[in-house]
C-alpha cells in the first residue's frame, strides 16, 4: 500500500547561517496579496548517484545546503504578520522553514513507473496556515531518499510569497549551493515597479479586460467542491508540438500571421479537448490564461514574488471546435497583455482592495504558461539533471486546471509537459479523446492507479 | 587633606554601594591615591625593612679586618659539632620541606567546544517550537519569552539537534550523542593543541551533571581515545554549575599523589533530556537560560610542562552551604505534580547566593588579599567588635587581588549582583556578559569560556591573577585562583575565532 512506502523520518526548522539583520520588513505587492489563498507545490525527482551513500547523507548535505541557500532568501525564512492596514507583511527573522525527511522504499524509477496524485503528494509536505500565522512557516520542504536510489525533492509555499518561476528558482539557487557552484543569480526582492509618470501617455484607453477580468473572479469565486480532481501529466515530444504548432496555421485566414508559441498552440489544443470532454457542445468553455509578466513589466527574471497575470480567452459563435481559431485567439489576448495593460490593473487593485482575497483558480479554466522556469538545469549531485518534475498549483475547484512547462532537454527545445487537473471522470475522457490523441504525448502521470 | 572637601561623586572615585550612607571623605578622589600608597607601603614593607638591615651588615663587614676574620674561624673549629649538627639539621630540615612542599599544578592548555552554527536557537524559534509542542500554556509561554528577552542571552546560544525536531525528540541516545559531540569536540581540539599522547594521562576526571549513563561518560572517553588501562578516571555527577571547580580540586589532589603525569578535566551538562514540558514557572527558567557548551582542561605536575604552560593553579576554596535547608533546596530537581521533571529555582537564590559568596570570600581572602587590605579588614573588625562603633564592615577589595574575574554565567542577575557586591568595575564583568551573551548558560564550562574570552581579548599578562567564582545547586561556592605565567595568547581554534571583534556587544532590555 502506498502508506507503507514511504515514512517519515523527522521534521525539523532549517535557518539561515547567517543571521538576518533584525527589524526589516518586507511588504507584499498587491499582485502577491491576491494569491494568498492558494499554494505551490513543486517535486522534482533525480536518479541516484553511482557508488551508493550512506542512507541519510545526501539528505544531510541538502539541509547543510539549505541552511547556506536561506541566507540569500530572507523572505522564506520570515513570519507574517499584518501591518497596520491590515495587508500581510513578512517580518525578516530568520525563523527558519520547516523541512521533512522521508524515506522511501524502491527505486525512483519505479516509483515513477506508477505514481499518481495521490501518491505525489506524499512526496510534498503542507500544513494549512494555523490560527497563530505568526508561528506558521510558509515553506516547507521534504526531501526523500529512495531506498534503491534516487532522490525527490518537495518544496510547497503559500502563492502569497512566490509564484511557480520563483519557486523554481530557489529550487536551482539551492542546488547551486548543494554543488558547489556559485549561484547564478542572486534573487531580487524590490517592489513591483511603479508605472514611470514620464510614461503616462495621454488620452491613453485603458485596456480595461484585464480589469474586468479580475473584477469578476472577484465577484464570483464560489468554488464548487463536490467533483474529486485529479491530475494527470502528459508530455509532448518537439515534433509533435511542431505538428500542433502547424495544425493551428493551416487553416488560417491570413497566412501572414506569425506562427504561435507551443505555449498558445498546447493552450488552444487543451482548451478544444476538454471542452469536448465537459460535453459542450457550442463554443468553448470559459477559460483564463496565465502568463509570467516579468518580461512585459521589465523586471529582472530574478525578480522574487508574484508577477504571474490572469486575463480571460473568449471565443464567441465557434461552430467546430477549431484548434486554430482557439490558438488565435490566445495570442491575441497575449499579445494585448502589454506593460501598460498590466499597470492598469495593478493601479486598479491597488484602489479596489478588499481584504478577503478571492481564490484565483474557481470559475474558469486556467491555462498557465509556466515555460519561464528553467528547472531542468538544477543539479543537486554532480551531472545529475532532474529526471521529471511537477507542478502544482492549489486548491482547484471549479472546472480546473492546466500547467504547461518545458520538458527534460533530450526532449528537444519545443518539447513540453503539460499537468492537467480536472474532476476524475473526465480525466479519463480526457486521455481518450481523438484530437488529443493525435499528438502522442506520453503519459508521465496517470489516473490513480491504487485502486484502495 | 582633603578629608572635608569636593564630594566628586563620580565613578572615578571607590564605587560605594548605595544603599548605605558613608562618610563624605570616603567619596573623594584622593583618598584612591591615599589607598593605594598605603596598599604599596604595606605590600613592600618587608623590602624595605630589609634595606635598613642590609645596610647595617654591609657597615660591620666593612669594618671587619683579617683578625676578626681569624677570631672567627677559631670560634667556628671550638664549636664543631655544634656547627655540623647545626647544619645537619637545616639540610635535613629543608630536604623535608622540599620533599612535602605541594608540587605545582600547571594548566597546560584548556580547550572549549563550539558548537556547528545549525544548532544555534533564536528567540523566534525558541518561542516557535516551545509553541508547537503544545506542552505550555499561554502564560508559560509568555513567562518564558519574558525571561528570555531579559536574560542576556543572544541569538547564536546552542540547543542540541533534539531539540531543533518538531516534534522534540529528547531520547537517551539523543543524549550520549550531545555529549559525545561537545566533550569529543573540545578533547579532540585539546590534544591537537598541546600533542600530549594517550598514554601519558595519568588521571581523568569528568564532571556533568544532568546526565549520568552507564558506562560513564569516562568510560566514554577511555573508550573513545583509547586510554592506558591503568588510568584513574572518575565521574562526577549531579554536583551542578560549580562542579567545574571540583573536579579541577580533585585533579589537583590526584596529581600530589600521582608523580610526574597529565590530568584531564572534561566539563559539561546535558540539555537533551532536561527540558522542561510543563507548566510550573519556576522550573521554566532552566529552557531559557541553559545551553550546549563543554570545556576540557589539561593539567600537568611536571616540572617542564612549566615553561609551555599559560597558568599556575594557586588556590582552590571550597564553600558547601547544604548544611542550611533553604539553600539545600534552592536548586531542585523534582517532578511537578503531572509528573513531569524540571529544575526548580527558588525566589531567594539571589540571596542565598549573596551568602555563600560571603562565605567563600572570608576563606579566600587572607589566601590572596594583600595584607594592607587584610590590615583595614581586621582592624575594620577589631573597632566595631571591641569599641562598638558603628562602622560599616570593610568590604576587601578584591580589584587589588585579582586581575581578571571569571564569574560563572548563570544569569543576568547573578552577574550583576556579584557586580554589586565586589565593588567590579563593568570591564571585570565583561567576560561573563559576553559569554552569557554568545554562549549562554554552559553550566560548569562557562568559567572556560570567560577566560577564554579574556585570553581572546589579549589582556592576559604574565603574573596576572585570575579568579574563577562558580556557584551551583547544594548550594556551593567554589572558587579557584590561577597565575598566568607567560603573556598568554588564544590557542587555535577558541570559540571565540570568528567572532571577537564583535564583542563588547552593549546587551540592551
Sequence with gaps: MAENEIMYVCKRTVVSTKPVQPGKHHPLSVLDRHMEKNHLRVVCYYKGPRGQEEAGEITKRLRESLSEVLTHFPIMTGRLIQNDKGHWMIKCNDAGVRMVEARAKGNVEDWLGSVDRGREMMLVHWEDMYYKPYFWSTFYVQVTEFEEGGLAIGLSCIHLLADPTCATMFIKAWADTTLPRKMLAPPFFDPLPPRRPGNRIPNHKPYTALIDHYNFSLHNSNPSTDAKHTTITLAFSDHMVQACMDMTLSSSATPNKPSPSPFEALAGLFWVCISKVKSLRNGLLNMSICLDARKVLGLHKAFFGNCMIYNKVHLDGLEEHKLSQAARAIGEVVAKMDSEGIMDLIEWLEQNESLTPPLMNSCDLICSNLEVVDIHSSEFIEKLRPIQVSYYVEPVFGIGQVLIFPALPGEGPLGRVAMVTLPEDEVIKLCEDELLMQFSPTILMGVNRTHA | ?509
Design chain 2, 1 to 509: 587633606m582633603s578629608s572635608e572637601s569636593e564630594r566628586t561623586a563620580t565613578s572615578d572615585g571607590v564605587q560605594i554601594h548605595q544603599s548605605r550612607r558613608l562618610p563624605d571623605f570616603l567619596q573623594s578622589v584622593n583618598l584612591k591615591y591615599v589607598k593605594l600608597g598605603y596598599h604599596y607601603l604595606v605590600s613592600y614593607l618587608l623590602t624595605l625593612c630589609l634595606v635598613p638591615l642590609m645596610a647595617v651588615i654591609l657597615i660591620q663587614a666593612s669594618q671587619l679586618n683579617p683578625d676578626d676574620l681569624h677570631l672567627l674561624w677559631l670560634h667556628l673549629q671550638y664549636n664543631l659539632v655544634s656547627v655540623v649538627i647545626f647544619f645537619v639539621v637545616l639540610v635535613f630540615g629543608s630536604t623535608v620541606y622540599i620533599m612535602t612542599r605541594p608540587r605545582s599544578v600547571y594548566l597546560v592548555d584548556y580547550s572549549c567546544y563550539r558548537p556547528p552554527s545549525h544548532l544555534q536557537v533564536k528567540f523566534h524559534q525558541f518561542m516557535e517550537h516551545s509553541k508547537l509542542t503544545g506542552d505550555f500554556d499561554d502564560s508559560s509561554l509568555e513567562f518564558q519569552r519574558r525571561i528570555l528577552q531579559r536574560s542576556g542571552l543572544g541569538e547564536e546560544t546552542y540547543v542540541p539537534e533534539a531539540m531543533h525536531y518538531l516534534p522534540p525528540r529528547p531520547s537517551m541516545s539523543a543524549a550520549r550523542e550531545e555529549a559525545e559531540q561537545v566533550m569529543f569536540g573540545a578533547l579532540d581540539n585539546l590534544f591537537a593543541n598541546t600533542n600530549v599522547k594517550a598514554k601519558d594521562i595519568g588521571i581523568l576526571v569528568v564532571n556533568c551533571s544532568l546526565f549520568n549513563p552507564t558506562p560513564s561518560l569516562s568510560a566514554m572517553i577511555l573508550n573513545k581515545y583509547k586510554l592506558r588501562g591503568n588510568i584513574r578516571s572518575f565521574n562526577l555527577g549531579g554536583m551542578g554549575c560549580s562542579a567545574g571547580v571540583i573536579a579541577i580540586d580533585l585533579a589537583k589532589d590526584l596529581l600530589q599523589v600521582h608523580r610526574n603525569t597529565y590530568a584531564v578535566v572534561v566539563s559539561t551538562e546535558n540539555i537533551t533530556q532536561n527540558w522542561y514540558f510543563g507548566n510550573k514557572k519556576s522550573m521554566l527558567i532552566p529552557n531559557c537560560l541553559f545551553r550546549v557548551g563543554g570545556s576540557a582542561v589539561l593539567l600537568s605536575n611536571k616540572s617542564s610542562d612549566r615553561r609551555r604552560a599559560k597558568y599556575k593553579l594557586v588556590h582552590v576554596v571550597r564553600t558547601h552551604r547544604g548544611a542550611d535547608d533553604k539553600a539545600f533546596r534552592c536548586v531542585y530537581q523534582e517532578q511537578d505534580d503531572a509528573g513531569k521533571t524540571g529544575v526548580s529555582l527558588s525566589k531567594d537564590l539571589m540571596a542565598i547566593a549573596g551568602g555563600a559568596l560571603k562565605a567563600n570570600i572570608t576563606t579566600l581572602g587572607p589566601l590572596v588579599l594583600p595584607i594592607s587590605e587584610q590590615l583595614l579588614f581586621f582592624s575594620t573588625l577589631v573597632t566595631k567588635k571591641l569599641l562598638n562603633a558603628k562602622v560599616k564592615p570593610y568590604i576587601p577589595d578584591f580589584k587589588l587581588a585579582f586581575d581578571h574575574f571569571c564569574i560563572h554565567a548563570g544569569g543576568r542577575a547573578v552577574i550583576d549582583e556579584l557586580e554589586k557586591n565586589l565593588q567590579l568595575l563593568p570591564t571585570h564583568v565583561e567576560a561573563s556578559r559576553m559569554t552569557l551573551h554568545r554562549f549562554g548558560n554552559t553550566s560548569s564550562s562557562s568559567i572556560w569560556y570567560e577566560l577564554a574570552y579574556t585570553e581572546a581579548k589579549g589582556r592576559m599578562r604574565k603574573r596576572n591573577r585570575v579568579w574563577q567564582i562558580a556557584f551551583g545547586s547544594g548550594f556551593k561556592c567554589n572558587s579557584a585562583v590561577w597565575e598566568a605565567l607567560r603573556n598568554v595568547k588564544p590557542s587555535p581554534n577558541s570559540p571565540w575565532e570568528d567572532c571577537i571583534d564583535k564583542y563588547p556587544v552593549q546587551i540592551v532590555a
